[in-house]
């Protein structure tokens, strides 16, 4: 089992910036490549990033692309979401998951653990 829990939401102007966190407990962190999923009210559930169990491999949505950055700390076994020049559109809850031996999956059935979300709401 994978334990993943997000910090760092929360309410942001239109162009402000936000970073998530992931904190992964329970197994070898570096065994599992990481993503970041979002849901938007009354939406289906969208992937937004991934990154190898390195950390040398990203993979983005385009809309996301430019703006965020994905990044991980395996001895802190945190993974991070750096998001900059917010929109409106960005407004979701946030997820983490971990893939376990994958490489960069954007989804969702080919992730084995989720965390609980963090809310972002980014006001215009």
């Known amino acids: 089992q994978v334990q993943l829990v997000e910090s760092g939401g929360g309410l942001v102007q239109a162009g402000g910036s936000l970073r998530l966190s992931c904190a992964a407990s329970?197994?070898?962190?570096?065994?599992?490549?990481m993503g970041w999923f979002r849901q938007a009210p009354g939406k289906a559930r969208e992937f937004v990033a991934a990154?190898?169990?390195?950390?040398?491999?990203?993979y983005y949505e385009d809309s996301v692309k430019g703006r965020f950055t994905i990044s991980r700390d395996n001895a802190k076994n945190t993974v991070y979401l750096q998001m900059n020049n917010l929109k409106p559109e960005d407004t979701a809850v946030y997820y983490c998951?971990?893939?376990?031996?994958?490489?960069?999956?954007?989804?969702?059935?080919?992730?084995?653990?989720w965390g609980q979300g963090t809310q972002v709401t980014v006001s215009s």
């Open positions: 329970g197994r070898t962190f570096s065994d599992y490549a």
């Open positions: 990154i190898s169990w390195s950390g040398e491999g990203t």
């Open positions: 998951a971990a893939a376990h031996f994958r490489s960069l999956p954007s989804r969702g059935y080919e992730y084995d653990y």
